[in-house]
């Protein structure tokens, strides 16, 4: 099965600063990696997408994920953190069991941006 | 707006009593998801259907069925719930399988169990 490790349980950086959350992964093939938010007490939403074709992704709030085959990383980035950035950050992979398609997701990511 | 939308928001039942958690959307998407996610955990997939071709996962309880009497309905009913079922339970949908990975989801139906 393809899988995602979130390596951390929690990032803290200061307002203003870049912020990088991290993730590895490990498939069998080309990987179709996928970056989620959940805001407390909320669903999940949908951040980007790596599918293929450029390494640097652009996503949504400004955040971008950038997509290293020999490293088999797919980090988070945003240049700027700003406070409301705070939020359980989810990594996923595009998983083929059972004969059909589904979403694994990492453990997750809690960023705390300290104003 | 269009929106996946998840009633109650939080549910208490008692242990063993049954309970049916409804989701709807106004998206029109042919897949809806049900997940269930525990303190600061991944989300898990219990279920999905494709129209309405139910999907299972191997290891989801029997104690957890689901229903979609139309495009826009989907239910998780939990049977028999024990301690271990208390969760947040998350709605998801998306426009077809090919776009699996753009899911959008619901605020989640946080469920106590007693």
């Known amino acids: 099965a393809q899988s995602v490790a979130q390596p951390e349980d929690q990032v803290n950086v200061a307002e203003g600063n870049p912020l990088t959350v991290k993730c590895t992964y490990s498939?069998?093939?080309?990987?179709?990696l996928f970056w989620y938010v959940q805001y407390p007490n909320r669903g999940l939403q949908f951040l980007l997408k790596?599918?293929?074709?450029?390494?640097l992704v652009k996503g949504s709030y400004g955040f971008e994920a950038e997509f290293n085959k020999s490293q088999t990383s797919f980090h988070l980035k945003k240049p700027s953190a700003l406070v409301s950035d705070s939020a359980l950050y989810f990594c996923?992979?595009?998983?083929?069991?059972?004969?059909?398609?589904?979403?694994?997701f990492g453990t997750g990511t809690k960023l705390q941006v300290i104003p | 707006d269009a929106m996946v939308i998840q009633n109650p928001r939080y549910q208490v039942t008692q242990f063993g009593k049954p309970v049916t958690l409804s989701c709807s959307q106004t998206?029109?998407?042919?897949?809806m998801y049900w997940y269930q996610q525990k303190s600061s955990q991944a989300p898990k997939l219990l279920f999905h259907?494709?129209?309405?071709?139910?999907?299972n996962e191997a290891d989801t309880p029997d104690n957890f069925q689901s229903r979609r009497p139309n495009t826009s309905f989907c239910f998780l009913d939990i049977r028999s719930p024990g301690l271990g079922d208390a969760a947040m339970y998350l709605c998801?949908?998306?426009?077809?399988?090919?776009?699996?990975?753009?899911?959008?989801f619901g605020p989640g139906t946080r469920l106590t169990v007693t």
């Open positions: 996923a992979v595009r998983d083929i069991t059972g004969g059909y398609q589904k979403v694994t």
């Open positions: 259907y494709y129209d309405k071709d139910f999907n």
């Open positions: 498939v069998s093939g080309n990987p179709y």
């Open positions: 998801a949908t998306s426009r077809d399988r090919e776009s699996l990975y753009e899911q959008y």
């Open positions: 790596y599918i293929t074709g450029d390494n």
């Open positions: 998206l029109n998407h042919n897949v």
